[in-house]
């Protein structure tokens, strides 16, 4: 069964309208099931781009069928997320998940179905991601990384049930065991930082959570060599963006997964992607034009 994708849109028409004409070119378009939350107003400036989204979303056609579910009040990306996906894998065993600024290959949903289907009854893995970062060293076409993701990516039920929504806890767990350096991938970059600024309230990010919550499993994550998806949102428009289109990406037509993989961290990977968060701390032409702020972004939310 092709998995249902559940798209959080927000007060974006031009970004959602790029979102939703790039999953249309996608071969298995026709048979998912597209269920869309639209989180409602902040304030009043809000109101008119709201209205906007749904009136356009409302027109969707090209999927097997599109379900809009919109929400009166403002629950913010955090709680819209967990709340949605919730909802979805309370009905289905699996979800694929994008926001309003991801934009996909054409290849995106096969190589998403392909992978649920392969690993869905592996314990070890608890998501399948469609992004990977723009390193410098060639890595596998596929492979394993500890923990979880957040552009664009999907999981099962049984995947979903290990979420611990208390930042407190997860850090504590952190701490007890002596993890947090692994948890920053030896130090290069601020993940433990980001959960504490989430018990502190100063942001209110899922994706943290959702990455140390797999990681306290010791749950795998499946990553593309090259990826399968492009983060517009770096702009003005973003609540949580920032100028940094020196990092956006092309989409690929890469090399499908035809066959499983051997289920264990990939080291190198790691590494890799290691050296990438090391060179963006250390480069201040990169600190100049956001390199730091395109991955904070990702775990602000």
Not at 73 to 86: D, F, M, Q
Not at 137 to 143: E, I, K, S, V
Not at 233 to 259: W, Y
Request: glycine share 6%; with cysteine.
């Amino acid at each position: 069964m092709v998995a249902p994708i559940a798209l959080f849109v927000y007060n974006r028409p031009d970004h959602t309208r790029k979102t939703i004409e790039a999953l249309i070119g996608n071969e298995l378009a026709p048979q998912s099931r597209l269920i869309v939350f639209s989180d409602g107003p902040r304030d009043n400036k809000d109101v008119l781009l709201v209205e906007q989204v749904r009136d356009y979303i409302s027109t969707i056609r090209g999927f097997e069928s599109v379900s809009i579910i919109p929400s009166k009040s403002n629950k913010g990306l955090a709680n819209s997320i967990i709340s949605g996906v919730t909802s979805v894998l309370s009905e289905y065993d699996k979800v694929i998940v994008l926001e309003d600024d991801l934009v996909t290959s054409p290849q995106f949903l096969r190589y998403m179905n392909n992978s649920l289907d392969f690993y869905e009854n592996d314990e070890a893995v608890i998501s399948i991601h469609g992004y990977i970062y723009p390193v410098k060293d060639r890595l596998p076409d596929y492979f394993f990384v500890k923990g979880a993701d957040c552009w664009g990516w999907a999981t099962w039920s049984r995947g979903w049930k290990i979420f611990e929504p208390d930042g407190k806890k997860l850090l504590d767990e952190l701490e007890r065991r002596h993890l947090l350096k692994e948890f920053d991938f030896g130090g290069t970059y601020p993940y433990s930082k980001m959960l504490r600024r989430q018990i502190d309230g100063k942001n209110s990010s899922w994706a943290i959570r959702w990455y140390a919550s797999a990681f306290l499993h010791e749950k795998l994550t499946l990553y593309p060599g090259m990826s399968y998806v492009q983060n517009i949102g770096h702009d003005a428009s973003g609540t949580h963006s920032r100028v940094t289109n020196h990092f956006e990406i092309d989409k690929l037509n890469v090399k499908l997964p035809s066959v499983r993989i051997s289920i264990k961290e990939d080291i190198h990977a790691r590494q890799v992607i290691s050296a990438y968060f090391h060179s963006i701390a250390r480069n201040p032409i990169e600190k100049l034009i956001g390199a730091q702020l395109f991955l904070w972004r990702k775990y602000w939310r």
